[in-house]
């Protein structure tokens, strides 16, 4: 929702079909071969039923995978997201750089050659956490979550010998920029917060004319879940929040 809240801003007018993948939630979990078939096979079979110009992974772990095959594979553009490790290294003073993803993301080789690329003269400190996602579910259910909660989540950083230096943060999961203020609150001597959510919708927009405004389509503005049962934060009040006029099981 936080790559959607994005593109709303830019493209106001576009219609937005939103697949969440709540059937196998969360994608940090799963074994890259899993989630490359699963990516792969959900979006093939989507663009099937669906007539969309261009196609958002608005997922790190999954881009850092699934870019190449997908793009090789679809005949509309494909937009990933991906560890904001470049205009980091660029807005840090200190050189020491703060990386806060799911395990998938920090493991996978993209990321590390994100970071021998953009940021060789940066010590990036990495930490990997599904807990945030699930805290991060809970506060868009509408639930309340103890500030000491986020303490125990990043209680790695504290304990990092150079912690004190530490004065950017990558946001490398689209769940986390949604509690940005909570995770700012315990963490208040970093000065950059950095996401990939403007740069994105940027590239939605250089890849899409001007004349994206329709709103049409049988799936235009729906959300789309593999699971209904598993809504998670996907309340009908949230999904309003963020522009979707409707909620549809999507049986795959």
């Given at each position: 929702?936080?790559?959607?809240?994005?593109?709303?801003q830019?493209?106001?007018?576009a219609?937005?079909?939103?697949?969440a993948?709540?059937?196998?939630?969360?994608?940090?979990?799963?074994?890259?071969?899993?989630l490359?078939?699963?990516?792969?096979?959900?979006v093939?079979?989507?663009?099937?039923?669906?007539?969309v110009?261009?196609?958002v992974?608005?997922?790190?772990?999954?881009s850092?995978?699934?870019?190449?095959?997908?793009?090789?594979?679809?005949?509309?553009?494909?937009?990933?997201?991906?560890p904001?490790?470049?205009?980091?290294a660029?807005?840090?003073d200190?050189?020491i750089?703060?990386?806060?993803?799911?395990?998938?993301?920090?493991r996978?080789?993209?990321?590390?050659?994100l970071?021998?690329?953009?940021?060789?003269?940066?010590?990036?400190?990495?930490?990997?956490s599904n807990?945030?996602?699930?805290v991060v579910?809970k506060?868009?259910a509408?639930?309340?979550?103890?500030?000491?909660?986020?303490?125990?989540i990043?209680?790695?950083?504290?304990?990092?010998?150079?912690?004190?230096q530490?004065?950017?943060?990558?946001?490398?999961?689209?769940?986390?920029?949604?509690?940005?203020?909570?995770?700012?609150?315990?963490l208040?001597?970093?000065?950059?917060?950095v996401?990939?959510?403007?740069?994105?919708?940027l590239?939605v927009?250089?890849l899409?004319?001007s004349?994206?405004?329709?709103?049409s389509?049988?799936?235009a503005?729906t959300l789309?879940?593999?699971?209904?049962?598993?809504?998670?934060g996907?309340?009908e009040?949230?999904?309003?929040?963020?522009?979707?006029?409707n909620?549809v099981?999507w049986g795959?």
């Amino acid at each position: 929702m936080s790559i959607v809240e994005h593109i709303r801003q830019q493209l106001p007018n576009a219609a937005i079909t939103y697949l969440a993948d709540t059937r196998y939630f969360p994608y940090g979990l799963l074994q890259q071969k899993q989630l490359l078939e699963r990516v792969v096979s959900l979006v093939e079979n989507t663009l099937a039923r669906c007539a969309v110009d261009l196609v958002v992974i608005a997922c790190n772990t999954a881009s850092t995978l699934v870019l190449p095959k997908l793009r090789a594979r679809l005949a509309v553009p494909v937009v990933g997201v991906v560890p904001a490790i470049k205009p980091a290294a660029a807005l840090s003073d200190s050189k020491i750089i703060g990386l806060l993803a799911t395990p998938g993301t920090i493991r996978r080789e993209y990321t590390a050659e994100l970071v021998e690329q953009y940021a060789p003269d940066c010590e990036v400190l990495p930490l990997a956490s599904n807990d945030l996602v699930a805290v991060v579910e809970k506060v868009m259910a509408g639930e309340s979550v103890p500030n000491q909660r986020y303490r125990d989540i990043l209680r790695p950083f504290y304990q990092h010998p150079r912690f004190e230096q530490l004065d950017t943060l990558v946001l490398a999961c689209t769940h986390f920029p949604l509690v940005r203020c909570e995770l700012e609150a315990q963490l208040p001597h970093v000065k950059h917060w950095v996401d990939s959510g403007s740069a994105v919708a940027l590239r939605v927009v250089s890849l899409l004319t001007s004349a994206v405004t329709s709103t049409s389509g049988d799936y235009a503005n729906t959300l789309l879940l593999t699971d209904r049962s598993k809504v998670g934060g996907f309340s009908e009040a949230l999904v309003r929040r963020y522009g979707f006029t409707n909620i549809v099981q999507w049986g795959l």
